[in-house]
């Protein structure tokens, strides 16, 4: 249960056993910063740019003449690469990229420790024991820390988040604020929504939870009137901190392409051949990551094998027979032009118009449900096909386990939520919901997009694990991190 503080000193006094937790995700982490992981070309993406940026006042991607601005990315994580490529290559040519693993290594146990800090003062003291173990030991976000893409800081920014808006719900509900929680819960909103254009989503869930959490609490208290006013003026600082971050980005976007673009497009910059009907063919039959490996990935600017096209991608075989020859076109010169990218955009509108179910519902469910359970092998440098056994029995094997350690975190999560231990659960549970929704819309399938909803099964699991179920007195509007 929550308690106030005290004293200073026992303000930022960290139990020792959490030491001893600690100790042990730092060592997980540097294990993968000491075993290179498996380098994925966003990350020579967000660097580029990040360049560009610093050395030749270009936000965009190419080198040379070939240089132009883009908004193929936001500007939070190639600036975060790019700083530390100016602090330390000069000294480290070759291996100043493990500053930034050691940087995120940090920020990764940072995050644990929010997390634990949210469920002690939510939950209990042993959740939050729970909640840091389970943090420290998740294979699914350590491995990231040693990994230069999104995910780390995503984490650390949705930890932040849950953090900060637990604070601030909980000033709300005694009935006093706490603007200090209001602006790190919007500064981590602004961050996650800098570094993704789906962190748009942890400003939706917190922004929503605010809101109805704290006007629900002072409706009981305060007439009715007041209580919005109340609500309203809470929500609308949060959200001034989360969004005015991305204003300069909105007014460069303005200035350079003469569009209104806030986050950054799907497919493709302002003036460029849109690709998004040969997309949306993808989409009609798209399930899994081996979809994402063998032919998505590989779409356009590849050779794609036509025994890769599942049969379940075309309704006839008259379909298969035009949907196979416009594939042999594409894999002339490997690039889509206008007239193939309408004709595959004809197919997709016909068997969308004969399945709509399947298209809208039944393939974006398998898409989440392989996203959210699938063994993550690429972190770990394991084969797509993991289930190829005689091919690999290694690796099967320690797919199959970082598997069922998955399946681990999701039902336990799952059963807590279903349980009613879950504190705030309409903020934490509308976040999960409104990426499924994102992620089942997208044709590429990657386990990676749901390394965000851990820092949630974090503190959903150590409930589930406790029998711990949310205070059902008023928390301290200043509790500390051990508080």
């Not at 249960?1 to 540097?30: T, Y």
């Amino acid at each position: 249960m929550s308690r106030p503080i005290h004293s200073p000193r026992q303000r930022f006094r960290i139990p020792r056993r959490w030491l001893l937790w600690l100790a042990a995700g730092l060592i997980l982490r540097l294990a993968f910063v000491y075993f290179p992981r498996p380098v994925d070309d966003d990350t020579f993406d967000y660097l580029q740019m990040g360049h560009n940026l610093f050395h030749y006042g270009v936000y965009g991607t190419g080198t040379g003449d070939d240089m132009g601005p883009s908004t193929y990315r936001l500007p939070g994580y190639p600036i975060f690469l790019a700083t530390f490529e100016s602090l330390f290559a000069r000294f480290w040519p070759n291996t100043w990229f493990t500053t930034v693993f050691l940087f995120q290594t940090a920020v990764d146990l940072v995050s644990g420790l929010l997390l634990a800090a949210f469920a002690r003062r939510h939950l209990s003291d042993r959740a939050a024991e729970v909640a840091l173990a389970l943090a420290m030991l998740c294979p699914f976000t350590a491995v990231y820390s040693a990994i230069a893409m999104t995910e780390c800081l995503s984490v650390f920014a949705i930890s932040l988040g849950i953090y900060a808006a637990g604070r601030a719900l909980a000033a709300e509900v005694s009935g006093t604020r706490d603007l200090s929680a209001l602006f790190l819960a919007g500064c981590a909103a602004a961050l996650g929504t800098l570094l993704r254009p789906d962190g748009i989503f942890l400003f939706a869930a917190m922004a929503l939870g605010l809101f109805l959490y704290t006007l629900r609490s002072r409706i009981a208290a305060q007439p009715a009137k007041l209580a919005f006013g109340r609500t309203l003026s809470a929500t609308s600082i949060f959200s001034l901190v989360a969004l005015l971050p991305l204003v300069p980005w909105t007014v460069r976007n303005w200035e350079v392409f003469h569009i209104f673009q806030p986050l950054a497009p799907r497919y493709s910059d302002p003036g460029e051949l849109s690709i998004a009907g040969a997309r949306r063919w993808l989409r009609t039959w798209t399930i899994d990551f081996a979809d994402t490996a063998v032919v998505c990935w590989q779409f356009p600017g590849n050779f794609v094998d036509p025994i890769d096209i599942p049969p379940r991608a075309f309704d006839s075989p008259q379909q298969r027979t035009y949907g196979l020859q416009l594939l042999a076109e594409y894999n002339r010169d490997f690039s889509l032009t206008p007239s193939l990218i309408d004709r595959f955009a004809a197919v997709a509108a016909v068997n969308i118009k004969a399945h709509p179910i399947r298209y809208y519902v039944g393939l974006p469910l398998l898409r989440d449900a392989d996203m959210l359970l699938r063994p993550r092998t690429l972190e770990f440098g394991l084969d797509v096909f993991w289930w190829r056994w005689r091919e690999h029995p290694a690796e099967s094997a320690w797919a199959i386990f970082l598997g069922l350690l998955n399946l681990f975190y999701v039902a336990a999560a799952a059963w807590a939520f279903i349980r009613r231990r879950v504190p705030w659960p309409w903020m934490l549970g509308s976040y999960i919901v409104l990426r499924f929704i994102l992620l089942g819309a997208m044709e590429n399938p990657e386990p990676r997009y749901t390394v965000q909803f851990f820092p949630i099964l974090i503190v959903a699991a150590a409930a589930a694990l406790t029998c711990s179920r949310p205070s059902s007195k008023v928390p301290a509007a200043q509790t500390s991190l051990t508080s």
